[in-house]
């Protein structure tokens, strides 16, 4: 007798139902899809206890016929591919044909559909038809999706708390909103309004209805172009910034997706404008022929394969990098009253950038004009005065210069600022290609741990490539004759300390992350410490070499070297000014 069976269509939908259906968050997203594959130009979600009780998605699309209704609760029924070649040149958000029985066979289902003349409306419990009825004409399809796992139970307990997924809900949807501007978004949870879009196709005011203000305010548009790619989207001064990853919004031919090798890349780009573990507010489209990508590799199909990922991820290094050089980040105080909720709830201290160039509040509140930065691959390099050149008065705590000119005044941190200017001349001095040298009147010796030292033979090419000659000299030790005139006489031997500790440890060897991490650590050796004492002339000097830096507004950790107090913002305080 045979044990393999068919499955029955139902079980084989519930399993299919747990690939499907993780969490709240993926059923709203599925049904989002659908309204956006329907050419909707409106889409309300509306939740009651965050999706839980019943998740309602309703659009202004095509809509269905009867029997397109009936055969999209069929597995595998779709519209949107028809045979293997349509696999390789997808361009709808979904095609499998799996979401709506999947989603129908876990919990009491009801949809209505019409193409604009009597409509169909279906009601399905746990995968069973129960009633099928005509409904009324307006054009588009309603989905009401109740008691979600209410036929399995052992599912349901999964779940994360009525807060958590609410706030994944709220996160997709706003991805959404990013993704498609020209669509209106309403999101609400028990009546209450939490999303609300215009459709205006306009970016910046969706960014806008999500973080506000503030952050909307502080976007800057960039958009770029290579054979394969084209890139667009927004990118936030680097005050403004959030503690996770998620203020990443990375879209592929407007699907939202996640990729760890953008996200990096994108990181790469504001290295030593933020401090460790920030993040920038990013919403970046990327548009390609869909025959580049592969988006048939996971049911959430927000994991996608690129062809030519090294192409790409130049493009969006060097066109993030070039917009933020174009930047003046010269931060200011911000009063108590006006800082972020988050930072109050931590007890932080926060800090936003001056802008040099205007920025019309009023019009960006208003009429959302576009900021006028724009990258391209073809831009020549201009070199432009980052600020006006600061008077310094004196020092307080030995360690904060204060200064003056024109526009307010200004605190630098002495230790932060001669960090920028080490870190941009070693960074210049280790990417030569020859160097000269110093020879040493008595000879460096260093010794290793055995582990030490079979990582540091394994990379030692770095060390010679600088010039820095090496012998071996007994076990586990070696000596230093000679190193590079940029590394200075009475701090060579620390000095090259630091660099060996690098190579040991950096595992496998990069040349770029190996003189970057160089010049990052002995910038900070070299650099006024804390408490040093220096004259005002000293001073100018430190604020002449900081504005021929390529970014003077950050440490090569991320730390401000400059924060500003406008005259304004001076009087203000002194109940001058209004």
Not at 180 to 199: A, Q, S
């Amino acid at each position: 007798m045979s044990i393999i069976k068919i499955m029955d269509v139902n079980l084989s939908n519930k399993i299919a139902a747990g690939e499907v259906v993780e969490k709240l968050m993926n059923v709203v997203k599925e049904l989002v899809e659908n309204s956006i594959d329907a050419r909707s130009s409106e889409i309300n979600i509306d939740l009651i206890e965050s999706g839980l009780t019943e998740i309602k998605v309703t659009d202004d699309g095509t809509g269905m016929s009867k029997e397109d209704v009936i055969n999209s609760l069929k597995r595998h029924a779709t519209s949107k591919i028809y045979d293997d070649s349509d696999l390789f040149k997808i361009d709808t958000l979904g095609f499998r044909g799996e979401a709506l029985p999947s989603i129908a066979s876990v919990s009491k289902m009801e949809i209505s559909s019409s193409m604009g003349d009597i409509g169909t409306r279906i009601v399905i419990h746990g995968g069973e038809e129960q009633e099928i009825s005509s409904s009324d004409a307006r054009r588009g399809t309603t989905v009401t999706v109740k008691n979600i796992f209410y036929n399995t139970p052992a599912r349901l307990k999964y779940l994360k708390s009525t807060y958590t997924e609410l706030a994944n809900i709220i996160d997709y949807v706003n991805k959404m909103a990013l993704s498609f501007p020209n669509i209106k978004f309403t999101l609400t949870n028990d009546e209450k309004m939490l999303l609300n879009t215009d459709g205006s196709n306009n970016l910046l005011k969706v960014i806008n209805s999500i973080y506000g203000l503030s952050v909307s305010s502080k976007m800057v548009k960039i958009e770029n172009v290579s054979d394969d790619y084209e890139i667009s989207g927004y990118i936030s001064f680097p005050e403004v910034n959030r503690s996770t990853k998620n203020s990443l919004t990375i879209l592929v031919n407007n699907r939202v997706i996640k990729n760890s090798e953008i996200n990096k890349t994108i990181l790469e780009s504001y290295h030593t404008y933020l401090f460790k573990d920030r993040y920038p507010v990013v919403v970046l489209n990327i548009l390609v022929d869909p025959s580049l990508i592969d988006v048939n590799i996971h049911p959430t199909k927000m994991d996608i394969k690129f062809s030519k990922m090294d192409y790409l991820k130049d493009l969006i290094f060097k066109t993030v990098s070039r917009a933020l050089q174009n930047l003046t980040l010269i931060p200011k105080y911000e009063q108590v009253s006006e800082l972020k909720q988050e930072n109050i709830a931590n007890n932080k201290v926060d800090f936003t950038n001056e802008i040099t160039e205007k920025v019309n509040i009023e019009e960006i509140k208003l009429n959302f004009a576009e900021p006028e930065i724009f990258v391209s691959e073809k831009q020549e390099e201009i070199k432009k005065e980052k600020f006006v050149m600061i008077e310094p008065i004196g020092v307080i705590h030995g360690t904060y210069i204060i200064g003056e000119n024109e526009i307010g005044m200004f605190i630098i941190d002495q230790h932060a600022a001669q960090e920028r200017i080490n870190y941009e001349y070693y960074l210049k001095e280790m990417g030569k290609d020859t160097y000269d040298t110093i020879d040493l009147l008595i000879p460096i010796k260093i010794e290793f741990t055995a582990p030490e030292y079979l990582k540091f033979k394994e990379n030692m090419q770095a060390l010679q490539k600088l010039n820095i000659s090496i012998e071996e000299f007994g076990e586990n030790t070696i000596i230093v004759r000679n190193h590079p005139i940029f590394i200075k006489k009475d701090y060579a031997e620390e000095s090259i300390r630091k660099i060996i500790d690098v190579v040991i440890n950096m595992g496998s060897f990069d040349k770029e992350k190996f003189i970057e991490k160089s010049a990052i650590t002995l910038a900070c050796k070299m650099s006024i410490k804390a408490n040093e004492q220096i004259s005002l002339e000293e001073m100018r000097q430190l604020i002449r070499s900081l504005r021929e830096t390529n970014n003077p507004f950050t440490c090569p950790h991320g730390r401000p070297t400059i924060i500003s107090f406008t005259k304004y913002e001076l009087e203000k305080m002194f109940k001058r000014a209004e």
